[in-house]
């Protein structure tokens, strides 16, 4: 059974663009969650999406959005970068909503942000 | 969800077990205990969850207290490869996410 994945692995964009990160979860999995976690800091929560809702946010402006799709997958856009948006993003994909299951992460994307 | 608070580091030889403890003394009743860890720039793995009942899995072995006050992880025969930050984390499951303190950092040694 294939993991997360996560594309691209790694991005390079400029201050002011904006970034697109992707997320397929475990096939079968309908929740899908997005981490940021920059240098030398924990991984923090972004967002939480299930059955195309977003179902929580964490403390983050609003130029860090997604969406979900119907087959589950999601997208985590960035936009206005700034240069502590450099991290690694990660996603994880959980079975069922209700919060309790099971998070499997991905490998991450790094962005980085000149 | 309840706070953790683990060891900033520690040390094991390899061969042995490594024994990573974790404090969560003002968990709920209802609140799991998760186990993760992250092997260098990588998206963290789980390992193991329980509530009450020690559990073990072919990963590793979680041994919570009776007042379910901490919990420790066993990793029967640490390797080279087993050197990672550990995380504990106590989740209720409310809000879906979880919450990750600084964790544990353990490094194998030969």
């Known amino acids: 059974e294939a993991g997360v994945t996560q594309s691209p692995t790694h991005l390079i964009k400029t201050r002011g663009q904006q970034a697109t990160l992707r997320c397929s979860p475990i096939s079968g999995h309908t929740s899908v969650y997005w981490y940021q976690q920059a240098l030398g800091l924990g991984l923090q929560f972004l967002l939480w999406?299930?059955?195309?809702?977003?179902?929580n946010r964490g403390n983050f402006p609003p130029r860090f959005s997604g969406r979900q799709f119907p087959n589950y997958s999601s997208e985590l856009n960035v936009n206005a970068l700034e240069l502590e948006d450099s991290a690694l993003y990660l996603c994880a994909s959980s079975s069922r909503t209700g919060g309790l299951e099971t998070q499997y992460f991905g490998p991450g994307t790094r962005l980085l942000v000149l | 969800d309840a706070k953790t608070t683990q060891p900033t580091s520690m040390d094991c030889a390899e061969g042995r077990a490594a024994n990573l403890p974790c404090n969560h003394s003002t968990i709920s009743g209802n609140e799991y205990v998760y186990w993760y860890r992250q092997i260098h720039s990588q998206g963290p793995q789980y390992i193991i969850h329980g509530l009450k009942n020690n559990e073990t899995n072919e990963m590793a072995s979680l041994i919570i207290t009776e007042d379910r006050k901490s919990s420790t992880l066993i990793l029967p025969h640490a390797t080279l490869r087993d050197t990672a930050v550990y995380y504990c984390?106590?989740?209720?499951?409310?809000?879906?996410?979880?919450?990750f303190g600084k964790g544990t950092k353990l490094s194998v040694k030969p």
């Open positions: 984390i106590a989740r209720g499951g409310s809000q879906g996410n979880l919450i």
């Open positions: 999406y299930d059955e195309g809702e977003e179902r």
